[in-house]
């Protein structure tokens, strides 16, 4: 996926019939596309900005099986979450997906038999779990795990166990694998059009955003995995879907470890919903909210209403508040939300659906991130009605994402690793812990430049040798890609990655053929991007916020289509 097989891959996509064009490169389509190639079918997977550039990269990064969906009573959704957390914390990606302690704080003494018979049924329902199961806490022993908390906050607590991900690497991960199994995967490729034989959809039109050059994909069925676009995906195929999706913003902030002493992360009740306190390697992460959205959709932004109802509620059981200059870090995202009856997001349906919208076009939507594999699956299940040749049955339960195999192992050798390579075995782990075996490649790299192995220059949780790689081997075209998600420098750090900006374009330039002038504009790109971003932190309205965001230049706007997404 490195900038040699873009033009391999453009070729292909002009020259080739595909049995499946998945457009969208999210998890969900990332997932469809290594579904569909692990079936022996011929597939290509286009999107319009980067991978997992949308709503995978800005999740709550849990792998989770959804503790609140039981009390909605959707116990289908719950189970079959929990099957796929279990799967991919041990066969598929456990070196992406690691465990992660929640305290459930009590606040009456009858809640416990109650939350007790919930969490309960949360660690059996999916089945065998390799997570522990839940320990029942008295006030005090709740306190000495998480002293943040007010003494008058809780009454006791229950502990237990979820699995959290990088979503944006996990995502990016799927999509490696999907083209090490043959997949052709491209980005910064935009679907502007559909191509009619009669009365079926016969493939797409699509534009290289990066050269504006134009050519045609053939193929049996195309699967529009786009995620809140869906239905602008469908209006531009000529045809209205089954479904309608709704767009409902979830907004996040991070703040630094020292901020909240707890050894655990906390879920928290709320009028409306839960808000989660998450582990994030040095910080917390505090979240979500959940409000419709009718805005620009590939930029969601999030207001100074919405940091003050986080901050709102968690301080409300925080021995130390937190205020607005304690962030560090602030992203949203928006949720692809299956619209029913009620028009309260938080109400809408988490479940997925999949509809054959017309004859060579079939539709996804809605669903989970902890479920895309199921997702993708039924999704090419779908799409094999117009497939001439018979599609054999998915086999993604069975297939580790790439650097899962000999991860353990790794793990366990990371000392020495550590002195063959002059690296702090905490190095390594955390490095194994973002590529898995995929570790030996990497540090490969800095063999001829022992310099690669230094720090990001102000990031130094990541190293030079992870920019490289993010060029050569993980389709990284724009400084954003790599400040915002193949590494998370863009949240992880108070100057969200503007004061690393110059040295990672520097360093990118060359890998990339950048000019001065190209190198120069996505610097200062990414600057007024993080100022546009910060401006709209900072007023009350999502009209407000929106209009503040959109103005900030962005490196492939002014080459994407109206369509606008991919």
Request: glycine share 8%; aromatic share 6%.
């Amino acid at each position: 996926m490195g900038p040699a097989s873009r033009d391999e891959a453009w070729e292909r996509l002009a020259s080739e019939k595909f049995d499946v064009v998945v457009v969208g490169g999210g998890v969900v389509g990332t997932g469809a596309a290594l579904d569909a190639a692990t079936r022996g079918l011929k597939v290509a997977l286009v999107e319009a900005r980067d991978l997992g550039s949308g709503t995978s990269s800005r999740s709550s990064k849990l792998f989770h099986g959804g503790l609140r969906y039981l009390e909605q009573l959707d116990f289908g959704l719950v189970r079959e979450a929990l099957r796929e957390r279990e799967l991919n914390l041990t066969r598929l990606a456990p070196h992406l997906i690691k465990p992660v302690s929640f305290l459930y704080p009590l606040t009456k003494h009858w809640e416990r038999p109650y939350v007790t018979a919930g969490v309960t049924l949360y660690d059996t329902m999916g089945g065998k779990s390799s997570l522990p199961h839940q320990k029942q806490l008295t006030r005090s022993g709740a306190l000495r795990m998480a002293p943040a908390l007010k003494r008058s906050a809780l009454v006791g607590a229950i502990r237990y166990y979820d699995a959290q991900a990088d979503d944006a690497r996990h995502t990016m991960m799927v999509g490696r694998t999907a083209a090490q199994y043959g997949a052709v995967v491209r980005t910064s490729t935009q679907v502007v059009d559909f191509l009619h034989e009669v009365d079926r959809v016969a493939g797409v039109r699509v534009r290289d955003v990066e050269s504006g050059r134009e050519t045609e994909v053939r193929a049996s069925v195309v699967v529009n995995c786009t995620g809140v676009w869906t239905d602008q995906m469908q209006h531009a195929a000529g045809t209205r879907g089954r479904f309608r999706v709704k767009a409902s913003k979830g907004v996040h902030f991070l703040v630094a470890r020292d901020k909240i002493p707890s050894d655990t992360g906390m879920i928290l009740r709320t009028e409306k919903s839960v808000l989660f306190v998450i582990p994030w390697r040095n910080h917390w992460i505090v979240g979500t909210t959940d409000t419709d959205w009718n805005l620009d959709l590939a930029h969601p932004a999030a207001t100074r209403k919405d940091l003050d109802y986080l901050l709102e509620h968690v301080n409300s059981v925080l021995v130390t508040p937190l205020t607005h200059d304690d962030i560090e870090g602030v992203y949203a995202g928006l949720r692809p939300l299956l619209a029913g009856e009620s028009e309260e997001t938080s109400k809408l349906s988490r479940e997925h659906a999949v509809s054959r919208v017309m004859p060579g076009l079939v539709a996804i939507a809605g669903g989970k991130y902890t479920t895309y594999r199921v997702m993708a699956a039924d999704a090419i299940d779908a799409a094999s009605e117009d497939i001439p040749t018979r599609v054999a049955p998915s086999v993604t339960d069975r297939v580790p994402l790439v650097g899962a195999d000999g991860y353990f192992a790794l793990v366990n050798q990371s000392e020495q690793l550590g002195q063959r390579h002059g690296l702090h075995p905490h190095r390594v782990r955390h490095l194994l812990d973002r590529y898995g075996s995929l570790l030996h490649g990497l540090l490969a790299m800095a063999d001829d430049d022992p310099s690669l192995l230094e720090p990001v220059p102000a990031s130094p949780d990541y190293l030079r040798v992870e920019i490289a790689y993010a060029v050569a081997y993980e389709g990284a075209l724009h400084l954003d890609d790599v400040l915002t998600r193949r590494t998370r420098i863009s949240i992880e750090y108070a100057h969200r990655g503007v004061d690393s900006a110059e040295a990672v374009g520097a360093q990118m330039a060359p890998l990339l053929g950048w000019t001065d002038e190209q190198r120069d504009l996505e610097v200062s790109s990414y600057i007024e991007r993080v100022q546009a971003e910060r401006q709209s932190q900072s007023v009350d309205t999502d009209i407000e916020a929106d209009k503040l965001r959109v103005a900030a230049p962005d490196p492939r706007a002014p080459r994407l289509a109206a369509l606008g997404t991919g």
